[in-house]
Each structure stands twice: as C-alpha cells, then as structure tokens.
C-alpha cells in the first residue's frame, strides 16, 4: 500500500515562495513510470490539477500555473518537491500529492492534504 | 482546457435510495473519466476509473456510464456512509480537470 505524506509551512507571505514535500513509500518509486500530481483545494472550491512529475524527472504543468511552478523530484529520499513563487491570498488551499500508476491516468493514492495559508 | 459541469450541485437521500450523478465534459473525452469520493477534512479517494471499472475494494453499489461527453455515477442503496462529496475528473486531456462536485447529504 502506497503512502504520501505531504509536509512544509502552513503559512506563507504574500509574494514569498510557496514550497511543499511529497515523501512516498513506495517500491516502485524509482520505476520511472509512476508519477506523481500536486492538486489543490481551496476551501468550498472544486480540486484543481497543478502538475505531474515523473521519478525520472519529466514534467507537465497546468498552463494556468505554469509560469510559478516548479516540481522536482528526489530518488534518493523518495520525495517529490512543489514550489509555488509569487503566491497570493488566492493561492491559499489544502494542497495534496497523489501517486499514479504507470499507463494509468487516474489518481489512486493521495496524501492526507497540507493546508497553506497565503497572508500577512 | 476542458470543462467539466455536475448535476446536480447538492442532493438529499435517505439510506436506500438509489442515486444518480450526472458529470459532462465540454468535450468528447472518450472514456477518460473518473470518479472521486471525498468526506470532509479527508483526501478524495477513487471510485471508479475510465468511466465504468470499479476500483479494487469499492463496494459494488457503486457502478459508472457514460462515454464521450455525458457520465453517470450511480448508488445503488445509499449507506450511511455514502453521504460525502463526489467529483468527476476527466484524464483524456494533459490538463486534468475537475467537475465542481456533488454533495450528498441525510434527508
């Protein structure tokens, strides 16, 4: 069974750097065909893809956020890193990690959701 | 970007009753659609992925249709805990996106 738990600050600065760790425990991590997605919720709001990334280092990004997000990706320590610049108040939401198997296209592990909140 | 609409945005049912939620893609999406539970304060969990399989350890009352732009979700005998909120994502685009969801709640 696939676990994810996502860690970082709850609370952000405006303008500052939104940054969010994914940790995996999963076998298949270095596999390369599993991915990973960031996807968040604003509260009362419906959940919104952020991007993917493969444990060999590929990405896709929402074309909405794509110009202040960055995934990356850690073997070694079985972690998948999201950083949001130039946040605002509206980048406030739970922020959650979801694994997706290989040739698949559905996410069917998630981490509990780390709330973060944009405010000075 | 593809659009996704739900119907209807909230419903009542009583433990029992059979339910119905509708999700459509502004778009033909093939069989690209997925189905997510979420209860409050908690992580979505998948119920049904390209639109008709039953995820491994999803009880049986729940079953999807549909392809191309109109799906459905289906509850056979709603239990108890069934009441939650379900959303519709489609996978066919590289963008994924999400339906704005449907709570179901007691009568």
């Known amino acids: 069974q696939v676990q994810l738990q996502e860690s970082g600050p709850g609370l952000v600065r405006p303008s500052q750097t939104l940054s969010l760790i994914c940790t995996v425990s999963?076998?298949?991590?270095?596999?390369?065909?599993?991915?990973w997605s960031w996807i968040r919720q604003p509260a009362g709001e419906r959940l919104e893809w952020i991007g993917r990334?493969?444990?060999?280092?590929?990405?896709n990004y929402n074309p909405s956020l794509k110009s202040r997000v960055t995934l990356s990706v850690d073997t070694s320590k079985k972690q998948v890193s999201l950083s949001l610049i130039s946040v605002t108040a509206a980048d406030t939401a739970v922020y959650y990690c979801?694994?997706?198997?290989?040739?698949?296209?559905?996410?069917?592990?998630w981490g509990q959701g780390r709330l973060v909140t944009v405010s000075s | 970007d593809i659009q996704m609409t739900q119907s209807p945005s909230s419903l009542s049912a009583s433990v029992g009753d059979r339910v119905t939620i509708t999700c459509r893609a502004s778009q033909d999406i093939k069989s690209y659609l997925n189905w997510y539970q979420q209860k409050p304060g908690k992580a979505p969990k998948l119920l049904i992925y390209?639109?008709?399989a039953l995820q491994r350890g999803v009880p049986s009352r729940f079953s999807g249709s549909g392809v191309g732009t109109d799906f459905t979700l289906s509850i056979s005998s709603l239990q108890a805990e069934d009441f939650a909120t379900y959303y519709c994502q489609q996978s066919f685009d590289n963008v994924m996106t999400f339906g704005p969801g449907t709570k179901v709640d007691l009568k």
């Open positions: 979801a694994q997706s198997r290989a040739g698949t296209r559905f996410f069917d592990s």
């Open positions: 999963s076998n298949s991590f270095s596999s390369g065909s599993d991915y």
């Open positions: 990334i493969y444990s060999g280092g590929d990405t």
């Open positions: 390209a639109a008709v």
